[in-house]
């Protein structure tokens, strides 16, 4: 049980009588029109039952027809002292606040007035009336509120003019055995039932630490944009199915609010975490550069990367160690569309689903990218050029990768392999020698990835068979070339064209099939127009590689023995570079025995064994003859990754060969001394230390 002490002292809970609340807050209609009149510059005052409106001199800038309506409905059950009450058509600039009244009631009553808006919510994708809780003051035996908008400097979009909206309405009404509670930083007010007590603190110590941690380092966002505290949050019942929302307001970023279910705040774990959801919404709310009208009436363009932000900012407020958000479930294939081109009534749940690409997006260039890309969407950039802009990089030289690590599970691991198949765009089965070859030719939105599916027959191949995946023409393509099974993936190949699998045979007599993703990385801030890509699938036949060449530095330390006995230590770079050496290859294995002139008089003996995951383990022994020196090189490596596959040739290479290095022993004997190493010198300073080895066919 929670203490109310420290909330009381201050005077900051407003508690009442304890009643059950009833009915359902989804209501939608300002009701039915009772009295209309054209107010000018004059100002004027307007009445239907308990309910009048106050417009002051010159608060009009030309004349307007304004009307009131009420509705009858009851969101607030038994609790609900008032219909509601609504003035229509107000213009779009206010230059002096309004006064709203209802009288009937004492100012000792039980009573609480909340402010009616209809507002657009973006993750609903439709208008839904929505109350805050308002001020009020007690005037000549009526309670009395003042409206005003946060500034008077915007106008009503086209969208909004030419859809005949009606921006500008508010409405009131009265409700009874409600309280109010700031939260401890003051920076909410939360309005709710009176038996609600528990949960309504527990809410407000969840925003206040949404609040804490998106304007704290890393992330920093500024809340300047709005300028008076505290946000009036709502609990009150909403859709079964929804937790909580956050709703601009047409009357400026200073009426923004939130609601939240109150038949769900049991769940303290859930509401926790939708706290920071909807609060990270809020934040975004203020990084929209639109107008309020915009704000209020129609989603962003920036949907959804809002959505993605917000699911992606869930895992702070939960103490899973692998935190999935609920939400992505149905929406894990959403990075696979072409999210230049999402359209607005599906925006929120492909943004679900592209959560993982923020998720990666952090991984990447740290939790701060959150906050660069929202200062290019509020510097007027649409999201995916926002993202573009933030990152310093192009999307062909990430969106790629990031598929890959997402298809892998390395992001979430929410997206199953049977998805993965179940949406495939086509495949074939190779059955027979005979299906050797097979294309795809399929449009492709910007930054939309395809998968392709390869069920295999072992006895369709022969033991030195290869498949290879190739796009023809190709442009800002990725490649990437996966062996999967009913439970595993793993990435056998990956390149921008071209991606050849050795061993096919032995892949197929494993039980694995073969899923291919292609990827367009191409991005165009001009247009969004689709272009072909033909993928194509074919058998190779091959003899097995004939010659390789390795090109190695590493740096050692070293010692120096000299004839007269004296000696010294250091340490400095190696090198080892042999081309066109003779080798022959045997399933996986390659083998090489030299004794001759390459480059210089040497000898030695080679061993490379080529992995089912693309890389290739190595040992290496080589005598040489300089002239001035007899050197002697023994390397081993492992794990050396591919980084090329191409129709003559194939490349392993590291920027730093210690990642690789198992030994590494060089020796140099001179007339008079004989320089030894003794051990790896591993510093990031010195160089040179790349391995590149390359196998010709």
């Known amino acids: 049980m929670k203490k109310l002490f420290p909330f009381l002292m201050f005077g900051l809970l407003v508690f009442n009588a304890c009643k059950k609340e009833n009915g359902s807050s989804n209501v939608d209609s300002t009701g039915v029109v009772v009295v209309e009149k054209t107010v000018n510059a004059d100002g004027a005052s307007m009445t239907i039952d308990a309910f009048t409106v106050d417009i002051p001199k010159n608060a009009f800038s030309t004349a307007t027809s304004i009307s009131l309506s009420k509705a009858s409905d009851k969101p607030f059950g ?6 509601i009450y609504f003035v229509n058509n107000l213009p779009e600039n206010i230059y002096s606040p309004i006064i709203l009244s ?57 969208e909004i003019v030419n859809a005949g909206s009606n921006p500008m309405a508010v409405g009131i009404l009265a409700v009874a055995s409600h309280a109010t509670y700031i939260s401890a930083q003051g920076h909410f007010r939360i309005t709710f039932p009176s038996s609600a007590l528990d949960g309504a603190m527990d809410l407000a110590q969840y925003l206040e630490e949404a609040y804490t941690n998106y304007s704290s380092s890393p992330l920093t966002f500024s809340y300047a944009a709005r300028t008076t505290w505290p946000v009036e949050v709502s609990l009150c019942p909403l859709e079964n199915t929804v937790y909580g929302y956050m709703s601009a307001s047409v009357w400026g970023d200073n009426s923004a609010s939130m609601s939240f279910n109150l038949n769900k705040i049991s769940d303290k774990a859930e509401l926790r975490i939708t706290a920071g959801h909807e609060f990270m919404h809020f934040v975004q709310n203020l990084y929209d550069p639109r107008n309020r009208f915009s704000k209020a009436k129609i989603a962003p363009a920036q949907l959804w990367i809002d959505e993605a932000t917000a699911v992606w900012a869930e895992y702070m407020y939960s103490t899973a160690p692998n935190y999935i958000s609920d939400v992505r479930k149905g929406n894990e294939m959403s990075p696979f569309g072409a999210i230049i081109k999402v359209a607005t009534d599906g925006a929120s749940l492909n943004g679900y689903g592209m959560s993982a690409m923020v998720k990666y997006l952090v991984a990447q260039q740290g939790v701060g990218i959150v906050t660069k890309i929202y200062e290019k969407v509020l510097a007027g950039e649409k999201p995916a050029e926002a993202i573009r802009l933030a990152t310093g990089k192009s999307y062909y030289e990430w969106y790629g990768q990031f598929m890959d690590q997402y298809v ?21 089965t190779i059955t027979a020698a005979k299906d050797s070859v097979k294309s795809y030719i399929s449009q492709y939105g910007q930054l939309q990835s395809k998968i392709y599916i390869t069920n295999l027959n072992a006895d369709a191949f022969s033991p030195t068979a290869s498949l290879e995946f190739q796009i023809k023409s190709p442009n800002t393509e990725m490649l990437n070339v996966y062996k999967f099974n009913n439970s595993t993936i793993e990435n056998v190949g990956q390149h921008l064209n071209f991606v050849s699998i050795p061993n096919i045979k032995t892949i197929a ?3 694995y099939k073969i899923l291919t993703l292609v990827t367009n990385q191409k991005y165009d801030y001009t247009s969004d127009a689709a272009q ?28 120096m023995k000299y ?11 190696y090198t080892l570079y042999m081309q066109g050496i003779p080798c022959t290859q045997k399933d996986n294995i390659i083998i090489a025995s030299w004794d001759g002139t390459y480059e210089y008089p040497r000898k030695g003996t080679a061993t490379f064994t080529l ?30 990754p591919q980084s090329y596959d191409g129709v003559m040739s194939r490349t392993y290479q590291v920027a730093d060969s210690y990642s690789v290095l198992q030994s590494a022993s060089f020796k140099s004997v001179y007339s008079g001394f004989t320089d030894e190493t003794t051990g790896f010198f591993n510093d990031s300073n010195s160089g040179p230390k790349s391995l590149r080895i390359d196998f010709n066919y």
Do not use: W
Request: hydrophobic letters at 30%; one cysteine or more.
């Open 532 to 559: 072909n890509i033909e993928l194509i699938t074919r058998v190779k036949e091959r003899k097995g590689f004939k010659s390789f060449s390795i090109s190695m530095g590493t740096y050692c330390y070293y010692k």
């Open 509 to 511: 007599q494993d039980g």
């Open 611 to 640: 992995n089912s995951n693309n890389t290739v383990d190595f040992t290496i022994e080589d005598v040489g003859d300089l002239g001035a020196a007899i050197t002697t090189s023994s390397i081993s490596g492992t794990a050396v």
């Open 102 to 158: 209802m009288s009937g009631f004492k100012e000792t009553d039980d009573v609480k007035i909340l402010i009616v808006e209809k507002s657009f919510i973006s993750s609903l994708n439709k208008e839904v009336l929505n109350y805050r809780f308002a001020p009020h003051v007690y005037v000549n035996g009526k309670l009395q509120i003042s409206m005003s908008v946060s500034s008077c400097n915007n106008t009503k979009s086209a």
């Open 563 to 573: 004839s007269n006995g004296t000696s010294n230590t250091g340490s400095k770079s």
């Open 408 to 428: 892998r599970g390395k992001i979430y691991s929410d997206l199953a392999i049977s998805g993965l198949v179940g949406n495939k765009s086509d495949g074939f």
């Open 78 to 83: 038994t609790n609900q002292k008032s219909d």
